[in-house]
Each structure stands twice: as structure tokens, then as C-alpha cells.
């Protein structure tokens, strides 16, 4: 191969080492952690009496770290949401609190407005935080739950969120 005659060769090169650090760049800025712990996906099915248990929210909440909640489908399941947004829940053992979401509005939700977004994060806030706090009032008043399986204090529900990414609950209540 005969060299690169100085002109045209240079100018490549220059491009690509232009091209290359650029690319380095965009790669180490995307690769930042998070600032929140690490996050294990979680999913899992509630039943009451051996039917699943739809649209409930299921809570996890460590020791120490975040809680995590989801809404059971038609078909009792759920997966887990931190509070920060992301999938997954803290690796660790959990208090499970399981009880009925406040309703927000009767009618059709304008997420436009702003004070419905406000009560909407309010009341998801509200529910993340039960763990610590205590239930939501709206959940001691639970038709489809036993009382004690809303209260963080008295839940008989404890799991244990492991390092495999994988967990899946099925969580009985009668």
C-alpha cells in the first residue's frame, strides 16, 4: 500500500479522530448511573379467595430506600413502579400493602389541567408514601381488602425483593 498523499489523507483522518471523540463523547454521557439505588424488576398476581384481585394497588416497601407501587389488571396482576418512575423495587425484604386506589375524578381525566395532574400526584404520593406514614385514609374504608393488609403497620404480607431481576409474587389474601 503506498501512504496517504498529506492533502486529502490528513483532512480523513482529522474527520475521524473528530468523528471517534465525538462518538466517546455521546457514549460516556449516556452511560451516567442513576442517582437512585439499584431497581429489581418485580411482577405478581393478587387473589382474595382464589379470584384474581382487580385494581388494587400492591405497595412494597423496604427498610430503607423506596417504596414501589403497582395497580392490579383484571387478571390481579401488577408490576412494580418506584417512586422516581422507574420499574423495579430496591433489592431487600418488603412490607406488602395491598389496598383500593382514591378516586380522583367521577368523569373523563383532562391531563391537561394542571390541578388534576397536581391531585393525581398528590394521591400517588400519597400512597408511596403510606408505608411510612400509614395507609391513605381512602384504604381503611377498603371493601375489596381486609383492613390489615392496608395498614403498613399490621400487613401480615413480607417479601423478600432479590438480585435476580426476576421476582414473582403471587400474593393470596382471603
Given at each position: 500500500?503506498?501512504?496517504?498523499?498529506?492533502?486529502?489523507?490528513?483532512?480523513?483522518?482529522?474527520?475521524?479522530?473528530?468523528?471517534?471523540?465525538?462518538?466517546?463523547?455521546?457514549?460516556?454521557?449516556?452511560?451516567?448511573?442513576?442517582?437512585?439505588?439499584?431497581?429489581?424488576?418485580?411482577?405478581?398476581?393478587?387473589?382474595?379467595?382464589?379470584?384474581?384481585?382487580?385494581?388494587?394497588?400492591?405497595?412494597?416497601?423496604?427498610?430503607?430506600g423506596p417504596s414501589s407501587t403497582g395497580?392490579?389488571?383484571?387478571?390481579?396482576?401488577?408490576?412494580?413502579?418506584?417512586?422516581?418512575?422507574?420499574?423495579?423495587?430496591?433489592?431487600?425484604?418488603?412490607?406488602?400493602?395491598?389496598?383500593?386506589?382514591?378516586?380522583?375524578?367521577?368523569?373523563p381525566v383532562d391531563m391537561s389541567n394542571?390541578?388534576?395532574?397536581?391531585?393525581?400526584?398528590?394521591?400517588?404520593?400519597?400512597?408511596?408514601?403510606?408505608?411510612?406514614?400509614?395507609?391513605?385514609?381512602?384504604?381503611?374504608?377498603?371493601?375489596?381488602?381486609?383492613?390489615?393488609?392496608?395498614d403498613p403497620a399490621k400487613t401480615p404480607?413480607?417479601?423478600?425483593?432479590?438480585?435476580?431481576?426476576?421476582?414473582?409474587?403471587?400474593?393470596?389474601?382471603?
Amino acid at each position: 500500500m503506498q501512504p496517504c498523499a498529506r492533502g486529502r489523507g490528513v483532512v480523513v483522518l482529522n474527520r475521524c479522530r473528530y468523528l471517534i471523540a465525538g462518538l466517546i463523547a455521546a457514549l460516556a454521557a449516556g452511560c451516567g448511573g442513576s442517582d437512585g439505588p439499584k431497581l429489581y424488576a418485580v411482577k405478581g398476581k393478587v387473589t382474595k379467595g382464589g379470584a384474581p384481585l382487580a385494581g388494587v394497588n400492591v405497595t412494597f416497601t423496604p427498610s430503607e430506600g423506596p417504596s414501589s407501587t403497582g395497580r392490579t389488571s383484571d387478571t390481579g396482576e401488577f408490576v412494580l413502579i418506584s417512586q422516581a418512575g422507574s420499574a423495579g423495587a430496591v433489592a431487600g425484604k418488603h412490607k406488602v400493602t395491598i389496598a383500593e386506589p382514591q378516586a380522583v375524578s367521577s368523569g373523563p381525566v383532562d391531563m391537561s389541567n394542571p390541578a388534576t395532574m397536581e391531585a393525581m400526584m398528590s394521591q400517588r404520593q400519597g400512597s408511596m408514601e403510606g408505608g411510612r406514614k400509614g395507609a391513605p385514609a381512602a384504604a381503611e374504608k377498603s371493601t375489596k381488602v381486609p383492613a390489615e393488609y392496608s395498614d403498613p403497620a399490621k400487613t401480615p404480607l413480607e417479601y423478600e425483593v432479590t438480585t435476580s431481576g426476576a421476582d414473582s409474587f403471587d400474593i393470596p389474601i382471603p
